[in-house]
């Protein structure tokens, strides 16, 4: 099984709410990302995941907040977003967490708006 | 710091035709790995190849192939026998080795037509 899937495909969220993305790979991968994309832009990473551990923060707004509750599962905890974080937001998981090389697998994505 | 330039926004193509997508990057790394990854419209990104540095040989996945002159530090990427589901976004891509946890840097992408 090659596929890492996120749910919900499509989030609307107004400025006050609070969501959660999800994020899942059976893999058996030890590294998991979180990357922001808008639209005809690459992604921009986001947080890395290492064996349940963060280690990457692109020092990224404390309204989002990464959690790993274990080795398949990512999730991204939304609150009181703004506008201009409406985008897509991919999950990606790689089997290295050192040396390399480190192809990152991606999921489809979660499209969100914040209204 | 990593630099990935992709100098074509856009390019087109005649299906069954040959296309060429230029990439160049910048690094002080001796142990790094480039990869192009194809984002079809509306659809999940998907990894199409990857070179390591340290392999002389250009990488090849069935009609997509590189061409890697490491010298240069550029890394294009050759579609042969165009097909219409080959129209998407690509993005060349760069990791380094060693405990960067697979940070990728990515340039800016090209979106590709392919014509009927």
């Known amino acids: 099984d090659t596929e890492v899937t996120q749910t919900p495909k499509h989030l609307v969220m107004g400025m006050t709410n609070k969501k959660s993305l999800k994020c899942e790979q059976h893999m058996g991968h030890r590294a998991m990302y979180w990357y922001k994309q808008k639209a005809k832009k690459p992604p921009e990473l986001m947080f890395v995941?290492?064996?349940?551990?963060?280690?990457i923060n692109e020092s990224v707004p404390s309204r989002f907040s990464p959690e790993c509750p274990n080795s398949s599962l990512l999730n991204l905890h939304l609150h009181a977003l703004q506008p201009e974080d409406s985008a897509l937001y991919l999950c990606a998981s790689s089997p290295q967490t050192s040396g390399g090389p480190f192809e990152q697998y991606f999921g489809p994505g979660t499209r969100l708006t914040v209204t | 710091a990593q630099t990935v330039t992709q100098s074509q926004p856009e390019m087109s193509v005649q299906e069954a035709e040959t296309v060429t997508l230029s990439c160049t990057y910048d690094?002080?790394?001796?142990?790094?790995?480039l990869f192009w990854y194809k984002q079809p419209p509306s659809r999940q990104m998907i990894l199409v190849i990857r070179?390591?540095?340290?392999?002389?040989q250009n990488a090849t996945e069935n009609r997509f192939s590189v061409n890697f002159q490491k010298a240069a530090k550029s890394f294009s990427l050759k579609i042969s026998d165009s097909q219409l589901g080959d129209t998407a976004m690509y993005f060349c891509?760069?990791?380094?080795?060693?405990?960067?946890?697979?940070?990728?840097?990515f340039g800016q992408g090209t979106i590709l037509t392919v014509h009927p």
């Open positions: 995941y290492s064996y349940e551990k963060l280690s």
């Open positions: 891509a760069f990791s380094t080795g060693g405990t960067s946890y697979g940070k990728l840097t």
């Open positions: 070179q390591e540095a340290y392999k002389q």
């Open positions: 690094t002080s790394e001796s142990n790094y790995y």
